[in-house]
């Protein structure tokens, strides 16, 4: 029996170490250094919202390998408590196989498949546990790169809203100057047309002053013309009365009857021109 028990152990042991060697060990790359590997410095803000999203899909897939490797270990703790939940039969299938190793070949082979799968379940269960941490662990990661490509994409977003507000508080400023601009413009071509209007309105009263002081002026003329005539007849009056003095007594007597008739006349001469002149001065009060 004691034989038999060491070499069950030793049976357990080196199959233990053969699945251990048999069992290939895979190395996933963690989601940090994928997510490392396809970021890179310089990146726009549509190239990091991709990463973004990929980084998202990423970290989906991630929590769906952690949810089947949860499921898995369950499924392998619930196997491996049913198949240590009774004890006595383990150790009376163990009783059977030490007491058949001696002649039963078939028994041996069956023990040391149990053996075996007890084994492969423990170190499958003990895989599938190293693998759930560092999911875990890449799960962390992924998160932290997804904090800080939230932050990068936030600062963008912030920077590119303050140059859109620059822009468009230049863009306001530049409407406003071409308004002035405009309004300026329209301003001035008012106050050409009115120039024009004004010198044309101020050559007609140019030539309009000019045609009245030429008016004036021949009014004026006249008037001196009209003088020089009087003072031509009182002249030539005055000649007559001096010939005609030398006369007679008698001649003058006549005489002066004949002076007081052109007096009479040089008085009515004078009511006419004054009463020519009057007209002339009213035109000239009313200019």
């Not at 919202?49 to 990929?54: A, I, M, R, S, T």
């Not at 799960?139 to 790169?145: F, I, M, T, V």
């Not at 021949?218 to 005055?238: G, K, Y």
């Amino acid at each position: 029996a004691a034989m038999a028990k060491r070499a069950s152990t030793a049976d357990a042991t080196e199959v233990e170490k053969k699945v251990k060697k048999e069992e290939p060990k895979v190395e996933t790359p963690s989601a940090k250094d994928a997510l490392r590997a396809t970021l890179g410095e310089g990146l726009t803000k549509e190239e990091i919202l991709d990463k973004l999203v990929e980084a998202t899909i990423e970290l989906d897939t991630i929590k769906g390998k952690l949810k089947k490797a949860h499921h898995d270990e369950r499924i392998a703790r619930i196997r491996y408590t049913l198949k240590d939940k009774d004890h006595r039969l383990i150790a009376q299938d163990r009783c059977n196989a030490r007491w058949k190793l001696l002649g039963d070949a078939p028994a041996i082979v069956g023990q040391r498949r149990g053996l075996q799968m007890e084994a492969f379940v423990h170190d499958t269960l003990m895989s599938q546990r190293d693998e759930i941490y560092g999911l875990r662990k890449d799960l962390d990661s992924a998160k932290s790169e997804l904090h800080t490509l939230r932050g990068k994409a936030t600062e963008e977003n912030s920077k590119e809203w303050e140059r859109t507000k620059k822009l468009k508080e230049e863009n306001d400023k530049l409407r406003g100057d071409a308004k002035k601009k405009a309004d300026m413009e329209k301003q001035l071509a008012l106050s050409q047309k009115a120039n024009a209007i004004f010198k044309a309105k101020f050559k007609e009263m140019d030539k309009e002053m000019a045609e009245r002081n030429s008016r004036i002026r021949q009014l004026e003329e006249a008037p001196r013309a009209e003088d020089e005539e009087e003072e031509e007849l009182v002249e030539q009056v005055e000649g007559e009365g001096e010939k005609e003095g030398d006369a007679s007594a008698e001649k003058m007597e006549e005489g002066g009857e004949a002076d007081e008739e052109p007096e009479e006349l040089m008085l009515d001469d004078g009511h006419e021109e004054e009463e020519e002149a009057a007209p002339e001065e009213e035109k000239k009060a009313e200019e």
